[in-house]
Antibody, heavy 114, light 112 residues
Framework: QVQLVQSGAEVKNPGASVKVSCKTS????????IHWVQQAPGQGLEWMGW????????KSAQKFQGRVTMTRDTSISTAYMELSRLTSDDTAVYYC???????WGQGTLVTVSS | QAVVTQEPSLTVSPGGTVTLTCGSS?????????PYWFQQKPGQAPRTLIY???NKHSWTPARFSGSLLGGKAGLTLSGAQPEDEADYYC????????????FGGGTKLTVL
């Protein structure tokens, strides 16, 4: 079955960057897109962007443009999301999800604190 | 970018029926928006219940169904169970070249 396993929790200083990984299995990696979603504490879901696992093309939400970088490594069926210039507002759980039915990872908590 | 609207909260009696709706600021929601519905319980990742308006996953309980109604996407729960108490989010895709996705603000469903 489709599985997405994300990297563990991170604590970062303001101004730093964080890179979250999303290892996939159970399907042919390259045929899909991976989406990234942010959920701040007690808040709703916010779509951040997608990456085509086939071409590497990306599209990000206006809010995150210039700060988010999405990449993938097809050799290990893993997608990555890097968010730069972190502030306390970026403290959140970050999810990856594979399209065509949206299969979700378990989430990665990123805490931004000095 | 479209704003996607949902009821902030709804209450349903056990065994009852409720419909959650999902509207778009750009106009009527259609199949071309590929409406999705997600369920999220406290401390858990979201779970996809419905995709592409009315398609279910193997894990989607039969009591949940998706539809289009009155220019909105709808999620109907027929025969509510206590375990259905959760937050429900809809998501719509923009059509055209952008392929931007937008979540609604979520509906907190209480089974009481």
């Amino acid at each position: 079955q489709v599985q997405l396993v994300q990297s563990g929790a991170e604590v970062k200083n303001p101004g730093a960057s964080v890179k979250v990984s999303c290892k996939t299995s159970g399907y042919t990696f390259s045929g899909y897109y991976i989406h990234w979603v942010q959920q701040a504490p007690g808040q709703g879901l916010e779509w951040m962007g997608w990456i085509s696992l086939n071409s590497g093309d990306t599209k990000s939400a206006q809010k995150f443009q210039g700060r988010v970088t999405m990449t993938r490594d097809t050799s290990i069926s893993t997608a990555y999301m890097e968010l730069s210039r972190l502030t306390s507002d970026d403290t959140a759980v970050y999810y990856c999800a594979r399209d065509h039915g949206w299969h979700w990872g378990q989430g990665t908590l990123v805490t931004v604190s000095s | 970018q479209a704003v996607v609207t949902q009821e902030p909260s709804l209450t349903v009696s056990p065994g009852g029926t409720v419909t959650l709706t999902c509207g778009s600021s750009t106009g009527a929601v259609t199949n071309g928006h590929y409406p999705y519905w997600f369920q999220q319980k406290p401390g858990q990742a979201p779970r996809t219940l419905i995709y592409d308006t009315n398609n279910k996953h193997s894990w989607t309980p039969a009591r949940f169904s998706g539809s289009l109604l009155g220019g909105k996407a709808g999620l109907t729960l027929s025969g509510a169970q206590p375990e259905d108490e959760a937050d429900y989010y809809c998501m719509l895709s923009s059509s055209g070249d952008d392929w931007v996705w937008v979540f609604g603000g979520g509906t907190k469903l209480t089974v009481l």
